[in-house]
């Protein structure tokens, strides 16, 4: 287990688990908590795509592989700090939810966020990636040579 | 040409009507939810994205449904969805070194670093129908095993070591887009086969196999599992991980005998493709790399898979159906000419009037 008490985040990293948080997760880590916010937009969601590149040979010249849905939006807090919600997907209510999160992780109540949001989102995406690990591990081919005349 | 025809708008009516009543079939069965489609017919979703060119998973389930599971028709649906959405940005190339496999075969090398893991394949099953799935859907949980924490690196890196095997050098050139710029040879290969229909795909690649330009591949690699996508955000000034995407990649490894310029080294085709999408991906590579002839400085033996204006104008589904079902559209116009032109050659060959058709 990691010590949670001592995990400071950067900005890249909590928009990065925001972003790829499942749908509705973060609001429903943050309404419990109960900050009272009050924001204005910059910039209403919107929907887009984000072209999607790829190297030839895994190394080489980039090329395009193909887009994915993006939602984005913009606000700032009543103390002007401005928060960037970006998820995957077409996902209105999320990117509000990760704009607002954004902004509040500015601020003093980082303090009472962290162990409750970005904490929760890096441990769960952990546990999820360590699911799929165990199973793949679970199809991993053990060679062995068999004498001659076996099998 | 077709010329618009006034008239019709109440059948077109009914029949979009009765279409929405086929879609939903017998209404004693439990309508299916985008949500079934897209957990339950995975593979089909991932088609969808990896041919529609957009990665969102339910919004191809619900094109799927839409389109009654005509799979192009689903493709058709995301495609023109996706020409609505404003672009914000490009990613940065996506590092597939660090994916996070769940399959991943070598067939080059038995003791690869690693290892080979099957992941949830349809390799090694008996292809006997499996009547239990009628009976109920449950699955037992699978099997885990503790995850070993190693690195997987590429095929071909091991090759490239020891020189045996072309290099793909890196480069940050920003590439061209199918999607606002014309097919341009070769440039824009890797994005028209990626996106090009699987079973083209599949035919030319096994046109090679059989002889028609002779490439003779191994599937050094083919990896699938989660790739995250970084993005530049201008207002932030920094990357982030704005996706998490599942990409099937394949590197094949194929006999070259060197040139007056080269000495003899393995060649390599390359394949990414959206979704698990393994039979798309493996072709993809073959074709790839059938392409390259030019550059490799091999002979053109003037088969198909090796004419590139001919695989990558032809592979888009899209296009292809596109064109192909405008005929069945109204061409009364048309078809009147030529029936005029019929009838005066015949005349002037002499041929006896009889009773003309109704027009």
């Not at chain 2, 028209?192 to 059989?210: H, I, K, P, V, W």
Request: with cysteine; net charge negative; proline share 6%.
């Amino acid at each position: 287990m990691l010590d949670e008490t001592l995990t400071v985040y950067d900005r890249k990293s909590w928009l990065s688990l925001l972003a790829t948080a499942r749908a509705g997760r973060a609001k429903a880590l943050l309404d419990p908590l109960e900050i009272p916010v009050d924001f204005t937009w910059l910039r209403r969601p919107e929907i887009g795509s984000v072209m999607i590149r790829g190297r030839a040979g895994g190394t080489g010249a980039p090329f395009n592989l193909g887009e994915a849905t993006v939602t984005r939006c913009s606000l700032k807090l009543a103390g002007d700090t401005v928060g960037h919600g970006y998820v995957q997907g077409r996902a209105k209510a999320d990117a509000q939810t990760a704009a607002l999160i954004d902004a509040l992780m500015q601020t003093p109540a980082a303090e009472t966020l962290t162990p409750r949001l970005p904490d929760v989102l890096r441990s769960e995406q952990k546990e999820r990636r360590h699911k799929r690990a165990s199973k793949a591990a679970a199809t991993k081919v053990d060679f062995f040579t068999m004498a001659p005349g076996e099998g | 040409m077709y010329v618009t025809v006034k008239g019709g708008e109440r059948a077109i009516e009914n029949a979009h009507a009765w279409l929405g009543e086929e879609r939903r079939g017998d209404p004693q069965i439990a309508a299916v939810s985008p949500a079934q489609i897209r957990e339950q017919l995975s593979l089909a979703v991932h088609r969808v994205m990896a041919e529609g060119s957009l990665y969102d998973s339910d919004l191809a389930a619900l094109a799927i449904k839409q389109a009654r599971g005509d799979l192009i028709e689903a493709i058709f649906l995301i495609r023109a969805y996706r020409t609505t959405l404003p672009r914000l940005g490009p990613s940065v190339p996506v590092d597939t070194a660090r994916m996070h496999c769940e399959r991943r075969i070598s067939a080059t090398f038995r003791e690869v670093p690693g290892g080979q893991v099957l992941g949830p394949t349809f390799d090694y099953t008996h292809w006997l129908v499996d009547f239990q799935l009628a009976a109920d859907g449950e699955a037992p949980p699978a099997p885990t095993a503790d995850p070993v924490p190693e690195a997987t690196p590429h095929v071909t890196g091991f090759l490239n070591r020891e020189g045996l095997i072309e290099e793909a050098p890196p480069s940050d050139a920003a590439p061209p887009d199918l999607t606002r710029e014309p097919l341009e040879f070769p440039a824009l290969r890797l994005q028209a086969l990626t996106r090009s229909d699987e079973g083209f795909s599949l035919g030319m690649a096994y046109s090679t196999q059989r002889g028609h330009a002779r490439t003779h591949a191994f599937v050094g690699e083919l990896r699938i599992g989660a790739v995250t996508v970084e993005m530049e955000i201008p207002e932030l000034g920094f990357a982030i991980e704005i996706a998490e995407i599942t990409l099937t990649e394949s590197e094949t490894v194929n006999q070259f005998q060197g040139s007056k310029t080269k000495p003899a080294q393995f060649t390599r085709g390359y394949a990414l493709v959206f979704g698990q999408s393994e039979r798309k991906s493996i072709s993809m590579a073959l074709v790839d790399r059938a392409l390259r002839w030019e550059e490799l400085g091999e002979d053109n033996l003037g088969a198909p898979a090796q004419n590139a204006e001919f695989v990558l104008s032809h592979a888009d589904s899209i296009q292809a159906t596109g064109f192909l079902e405008h005929i069945k559209l109204p061409h009364y116009v048309d078809f009147q000419s030529e029936l005029e032109l019929l009838r005066k050659l015949r005349r002037a060959a002499g041929a006896a009037p009889r009773q003309e058709a109704a027009e």
